[in-house]
């Protein structure tokens, strides 16, 4: 009963969504209700990028940063924070080279979001945990190499 | 079933951050069961959306890929005080959960 | 650090050696405090006492390692888990009393030593006393779970009170004795003892890990821990970690709340004189 008022709420919500987006943001960038299927399909991790984000330039960006510890306590949990002062960042993914499924996991925005996305994510082992952020038809990256090791006892 | 838990606080940007902590196994669906052999079927949250007073601000796309009970930060800028803060989520399955917040 | 090691050494083997001398004095265990807890502030000249109480993210060896610590705690994973607890606490027994009526001894001079049964208290002893002197059943698993959970409501309740248990009696000198033996003598298959990996080789690396300062051990406890958490059973008491830790030396636990690890936690209790408490602990 609650989760059908919330859900008729959150429609009802989603129609003024678009409309102040439409009147905000001339092409109507709307957020994209449905999960991204194929990036999260895409074996690579240009062929990630090319389905979440389509084509686009990849620059190196001090206008990001990555918080993360240069070696994790636990590879099954490791915190991440992507930071970025791009006040038009439309989108970013956090793609890990070396998982068996790479892109991991994204965020899309408007405006009213700030430029921060944080999560708790699974590495299979050490690898580059690259992020991009979508801002003027670019992707800014920034990347950092996170260490897994196995531990010998911890505590 | 599920939980979730938000927090709001302020941000050095002047902003606030909003984090969300749901309850999920996040399975992957590569693990075996160990006594029966069995894989277990995938079961991960998929999208989890963020409002501020009904409308939606941002969207985030989980995978497999992300931590079982899954923490979820992000920013929300020209958000005040007595606003609310509102998310919600849909795993693979279907299901989902929900939480509101309103911003002090 | 060398004279610390052969007086430890010499004070244990004179402990075996005849239990019939006199009782160690109080200015004795005093010293003993100054030494083990100077020990450790002169290898980290950075840190204050009250540093300890981070545990391993305090120690300059584990700065690579920090941030995962520090992002943990933006939200700790065990906030949930705490709201839990604060319910479970205030939840009625079936004569209508709470875990708040219970007689309980300030958090931060647990092990109590009691000279009537010449017996070490615990925290965990007195919540399942107070159960059973209610007509309810005691928790029968105090490693994790629930017990766990009680023991983070009502040592959080005395966070940033620093850690101050009395020894004054003669027989609770004589259980301290047994836990400073305990923590100082070699065991299981590697031979190690406590004092081999947490006082004499801490901050250097074992495996992937850096090993912890035996100065805040067990202020933080219970434990949240990732490893734990992810194997689905994220708390831990104070004995779960021992048991832990003795597995990891190849030797055979002993009882949970037995008289090995009470007298090993009295042991930890006094050596952290006057270090906060900081409860509950996110641990990797």
């Known amino acids: 009963m609650k989760r059908r008022i919330f859900l008729k709420g959150s429609l009802a919500a989603g129609t003024v969504a678009v409309a102040a987006g439409a009147g905000l943001l001339a092409p109507a960038r709307v957020l994209a209700a449905t999960w991204p299927e194929a990036a999260f399909a895409a074996k690579t991790e240009a062929d990630a990028l090319r389905a979440f984000f389509g084509d686009a330039a990849v620059v190196d960006s001090d206008k990001v940063s990555l918080k993360a510890p240069l070696q994790a306590e636990n590879g099954a949990y490791v915190p991440i924070k992507v930071m970025t002062s791009l006040t038009d960042a439309e989108a970013i993914a956090v793609v890990v080279e070396k998982n068996p499924v790479p892109y991991v996991t994204s965020l899309q925005m408007t405006v009213v979001a700030g430029g921060m996305y944080s999560a708790r994510i699974k590495m299979a082992q050490t690898s580059p945990v690259n992020c991009y952020v979508k801002a003027g038809g670019k992707l800014h990256k920034v990347s950092q190499e996170i260490k897994v090791t196995i531990g010998g006892c911890g505590g | ?104 | ?284």
């Open chain 3, 1 to 284: 650090m060398k004279k610390l090691f052969a007086l430890m050494a010499a004070t244990g083997v004179m402990v075996l050696a005849s239990t019939t001398i006199q009782a160690i004095s109080e200015a004795e265990i005093r010293s003993d405090i100054e030494a083990f807890q100077g020990f450790f502030l002169k290898r980290f000249p950075g840190l204050t006492l009250e540093d300890f109480a981070d545990g391993v993210n305090a120690l300059p060896q584990y700065a690579h390692r920090r941030a995962n610590w520090e992002l943990l705690m933006e939200f700790p994973p065990y906030e949930p888990e705490m709201e839990k607890a604060e319910q479970e606490w205030r939840k009625a027994f079936a004569n209508g009393k709470t875990f708040a009526d219970c007689t309980l001894a300030p958090a931060n001079t647990y092990p109590v030593y009691d000279a009537g049964s010449d017996d070490l208290h615990t925290l965990v002893g007195d919540l399942n006393a107070c159960l059973a002197a209610n007509g309810e059943k005691p928790i029968k698993n105090v490693k994790y779970g629930k017990m766990a959970r009680l023991v983070a409501h009502y040592r959080a309740q005395f966070n940033g009170e620093r850690m101050a248990v009395d020894f004054s009696a003669a027989g609770a000198r004589a259980w301290y004795e047994k836990g400073r033996h305990f923590y100082w003598a070699r065991r299981g298959q590697l031979n190690f003892s406590c004092a081999n990996c947490h006082v004499q080789n801490v901050g250097n690396s074992i495996r992937g890990d850096v090993l912890s300062a035996g100065l805040g051990h067990t202020v933080g406890f219970p434990v949240y821990r990732t490893q734990w958490a992810v194997a689905g059973k994220p708390w831990g008491t104070v004995h779960r970690r021992y048991a832990g830790c003795i597995k990891q030396l190849r030797a055979s636990p002993f009882k949970t709340q037995g008289s090995e690890y009470k007298a090993l936690e009295y042991y930890q209790a006094i050596m952290n004189t006057g270090v906060p408490l900081k409860v509950p602990s996110q641990r990797q």
């Open chain 2, 1 to 104: 079933m599920a939980t979730t838990k938000m927090k709001i606080k302020k941000n050095k940007a002047g902003g606030h951050d909003v984090m969300v902590l749901a309850k999920h196994p996040m399975e992957t669906g590569l693990r075996k069961n160990k006594k029966t052999g069995e894989k277990i079927p995938a079961h991960f949250i998929q999208t989890m959306e963020f409002a501020l007073n009904g409308t939606v601000v941002a969207q985030a796309n989980l995978g497999a890929g992300v931590s079982k009970n899954p923490l979820i930060g992000i920013a929300i800028a020209g958000a005040s005080s007595g606003d609310t803060v509102s998310v919600n989520w849909i795993d693979n399955k279907g299901e989902g959960d929900s939480a509101e917040k309103a911003v002090k």
